[in-house]
């Protein structure tokens, strides 16, 4: 997904319970702020939290999941993840054995 898709997923987006919102790329779902639909301005806070990580990041890779389920509906709760290349090897390495097993 690129920016301008994620951006307008946002705008049309219903009111949801929460979005988790990454304050800087990363695999392991450190430095997020939950935004509450309940907020001021909800959707703009979204859109700027993720534009600044992407002006001051390579993100190469954005989605936006649902923790129940794959359709936006009102009341859900919301994740958006940012990756760079260095988490993408990151992830590629822990997965491939690399650096011994995970468990």
Known sequence: MKLNELIELIENLPDVNRVQVPTEPTGFYR????????????????????????DEKNIIKISFNCYYGREPKAGGDYYIHLSDQGGID?????????????D
């Open 90 to 102: 990151t992830a590629n390495a822990l997965s491939s054995g690399k650096y011994g097993k995970l």
């Open 31 to 54: 430095g997020t702020e939950n935004v509450f639909s309940t907020e001021e301005n909800w959707k703009d806070k979204i859109i700027k939290m993720v534009t600044k990580v992407c």
